[in-house]
């Protein structure tokens, strides 16, 4: 009894509740848990294994729809001559105050400074001018997978708003508009089904307002999600750049009449902030609660022994561990140097998302005990059925986390046409307000200066029901439908 209680003191678990303290939740999760680290560098985290395998299955995923729509991946430099990123007025103002320069080699002084990625539009259309010269070299359908660095804010958060993060950087050309604004429709497409298949995460398709679009692009998309604490934080985004950047790096190509043009571009990218969203999303009072699809291991087993009965449990469990092993991700934590209770727990706040429990008891009755990590649900099974249950659970628990987290969605989307309603919902529980909204700047900054919500996009899904309505700050016609909320 002495041995188990030292073990629980040395594996804490969280003293903090999401519903009532999200943000001290979400630190101590980070803390305590085997998904990603601090650095000795602010802002700058280490993904442990846990959390690189997540990414991994976003990154693979993803990369197998590009590859079938044609997308293919090339790789450039993360640094970027000053003259470069110069030559985009509006990108460069956009994010000037996120670079990181590189300014010596040893004791050396560069003689132009280079900055370290913030994104690749600049290198890398330096490069598209060069190799597009007709017609037939169009489209160009180029991504890279990189990390970025970004230094503007102050107080960096793990995943959720990190200096170096992990993403793609989705970058097209075509020689029509047409052929340029087909593809936002199939990217964001791509997005919403990894989003849904992988990290069981639902979101909001819509688009973004000139003021909070990205920089140098005429148009801009997102994906945004809700976290628990009422508060939006924007997922994958697609950006349609028209010729801005053609003109700029004088990407052109000499059309079928033999005339000369410039090029139609577009830019996409999902970043490693989706594992903070899913992290935030799913996870409860006990930890992480890992979907399936991204977690490295998806059932572990613990054997229950004592020192009479050791060989016979470990024997079946690992009789039980290659069964299973042929329809999930399992592992047999034979570690004897810890308890089963202690196990459970550290298994339990990693997010595993089934435990199997086997004992000498469980043995005799050729059975074995199923755990649920989302539900903390129980049921006893045939060690002869364990391969195909298990199967089933996996399944149904990758469904019902997307399912709980989109009713938790639609249950915090507010429809109103009241300023005042409007005002109390964002000041109070927060989520989204959906509203109409008149179209002007000047309502959208009065908005966000009274109540600290932005527009985070406007919504494909609702803009049929903006006949009628009125724009809560003005009072006007209402051209959009909007949902407002304050951001991460």
Not at 146 to 174: A, D, I, M, Q
Not at 245 to 259: L, S, V
Not at 343 to 371: C, H, Q, S, Y
């Given at each position: 009894?002495?041995?188990?209680?030292?073990?629980?003191?040395?594996?804490?678990?969280?003293?903090?509740?999401?519903?009532?303290?999200?943000?001290?939740?979400?630190?101590?999760?980070?803390?305590?848990?085997?998904?990603?680290?601090?650095?000795?560098?602010?802002?700058?985290?280490?993904?442990?294994?846990?959390?690189?395998?997540?990414?991994?299955?976003?990154?693979?995923?993803?990369?197998?729809?590009?590859?079938?729509?044609?997308?293919?991946?090339?790789?450039?430099?993360?640094?970027?001559?000053?003259?470069?990123?110069?030559?985009?007025?509006?990108?460069?103002?956009?994010?000037?105050?996120?670079?990181?320069?590189?300014?010596?080699?040893?004791?050396?002084?560069?003689?132009?400074?280079?900055?370290?990625?913030?994104?690749?539009?600049?290198?890398?259309?330096?490069?598209?001018?060069?190799?597009?010269?007709?017609?037939?070299?169009?489209?160009?359908?180029?991504?890279?997978?990189?990390?970025?660095?970004?230094?503007?804010?102050?107080?960096?958060?793990?995943?959720?708003?990190?200096?170096?993060?992990?993403?793609?950087?989705?970058?097209?050309?075509?020689?029509?508009?047409?052929?340029?604004?087909?593809?936002?429709?199939?990217?964001?497409?791509?997005?919403?089904?990894?989003?849904?298949?992988?990290?069981?995460?639902?979101?909001?398709?819509?688009?973004?307002?000139?003021?909070?679009?990205f920089a140098g692009a005429e148009a801009s998309y997102s994906i945004?999600?809700?976290?628990?604490?009422?508060?939006?934080?924007?997922?994958?985004d697609f950006h349609v750049d028209g010729q801005r950047f053609a003109?700029?790096?004088?990407?052109?190509?000499?059309?079928?009449?033999?005339?000369?043009?410039?090029?139609?571009?577009?830019?996409?990218?999902?970043?490693?902030?989706?594992?903070?969203?899913?992290?935030?999303?799913?996870?409860?009072?006990?930890?992480?609660?890992?979907?399936?699809?991204?977690?490295?291991?998806?059932?572990?087993?613990?054997?229950?022994?004592?020192?009479?009965?050791?060989?016979?449990?470990?024997?079946?469990?690992?009789?039980?561990?290659?069964?299973?092993?042929?329809?999930?991700?399992?592992?047999?934590?034979?570690?004897?140097?810890?308890?089963?209770?202690?196990?459970?727990?550290?298994?339990?706040?990693?997010?595993?998302?089934?435990?199997?429990?086997?004992?000498?008891?469980?043995?005799?009755?050729?059975?074995?005990?199923?755990?649920?990590?989302?539900?903390?649900?129980?049921?006893?099974?045939?060690?002869?059925?364990?391969?195909?249950?298990?199967?089933?659970?996996?399944?149904?628990?990758?469904?019902?986390?997307?399912?709980?987290?989109?009713?938790?969605?639609?249950?915090?989307?507010?429809?109103?046409?009241?300023?005042?309603?409007?005002?109390?919902?964002?000041?109070?529980?927060?989520?989204f307000v959906q509203a109409g909204w008149c179209g002007s700047e000047?309502?959208?900054?009065?908005?966000?200066?009274?109540?600290?919500?932005?527009?985070?996009?406007?919504?494909?899904?609702?803009?049929?029901?903006?006949?009628?309505?009125?724009?809560?700050?003005?009072?006007?016609?209402?051209?959009?439908?909007?949902?407002?909320?304050?951001?991460?």
């Amino acid at each position: 009894m002495a041995n188990d209680k030292a073990e629980r003191e040395e594996k804490k678990g969280l003293s903090a509740k999401k519903e009532s303290s999200f943000s001290e939740w979400y630190t101590q999760v980070i803390e305590r848990t085997d998904f990603v680290d601090y650095t000795s560098v602010s802002g700058c985290i280490a993904f442990r294994p846990n959390a690189y395998f997540a990414w991994e299955q976003v990154q693979k995923a993803t990369d197998s729809l590009f590859g079938q729509a044609g997308i293919q991946n090339v790789y450039f430099p993360m640094l970027i001559p000053e003259h470069l990123l110069d030559k985009e007025k509006e990108h460069v103002k956009g994010f000037s105050p996120e670079v990181a320069w590189v300014t010596h080699t040893g004791n050396s002084k560069l003689e132009e400074r280079l900055a370290i990625r913030p994104t690749s539009e600049t290198v890398m259309y330096e490069r598209y001018a060069k190799w597009i010269r007709s017609w037939r070299d169009l489209p160009m359908r180029y991504n890279q997978w990189n990390s970025v660095l970004r230094w503007e804010f102050k107080h960096p958060t793990p995943l959720l708003r990190s200096r170096e993060f992990l993403w793609n950087e989705g970058h097209t050309v075509f020689a029509t508009r047409d052929e340029e604004e087909a593809e936002r429709d199939l990217v964001l497409g791509i997005y919403s089904r990894v989003l849904e298949d992988v990290l069981a995460l639902p979101g909001v398709v819509g688009k973004k307002t000139d003021s909070e679009k990205f920089a140098g692009a005429e148009a801009s998309y997102s994906i945004e999600h809700l976290m628990p604490d009422g508060w939006a934080i924007q997922g994958p985004d697609f950006h349609v750049d028209g010729q801005r950047f053609a003109k700029a790096f004088d990407i052109t190509f000499i059309n079928k009449e033999g005339k000369k043009e410039y090029a139609y571009q577009n830019t996409f990218a999902i970043s490693t902030r989706e594992l903070g969203a899913m992290l935030a999303v799913h996870g409860d009072d006990k930890g992480l609660v890992l979907p399936p699809a991204l977690a490295r291991v998806q059932a572990v087993i613990v054997p229950i022994y004592n020192d009479g009965n050791k060989e016979l449990v470990i024997r079946h469990a690992k009789e039980l561990e290659a069964r299973v092993a042929k329809t999930a991700r399992v592992y047999l934590d034979g570690r004897e140097t810890y308890s089963p209770g202690w196990k459970f727990n550290e298994w339990e706040m990693n997010g595993t998302p089934v435990r199997i429990e086997i004992g000498e008891r469980d043995i005799k009755e050729g059975k074995a005990v199923l755990a649920r990590r989302d539900t903390g649900a129980k049921e006893s099974v045939e060690l002869s059925k364990a391969e195909k249950r298990i199967g089933e659970l996996l399944e149904g628990i990758q469904k019902a986390l997307y399912a709980k987290a989109k009713k938790q969605l639609d249950d915090n989307t507010h429809r109103v046409d009241s300023y005042d309603e409007a005002k109390r919902l964002i000041k109070g529980k927060g989520g989204f307000v959906q509203a109409g909204w008149c179209g002007s700047e000047e309502c959208e900054s009065k908005v966000k200066e009274e109540t600290g919500a932005k527009i985070t996009n406007m919504p494909f899904d609702a803009q049929h029901a903006v006949k009628g309505k009125r724009c809560i700050a003005c009072g006007s016609a209402a051209k959009y439908i909007a949902n407002f909320a304050r951001s991460y």
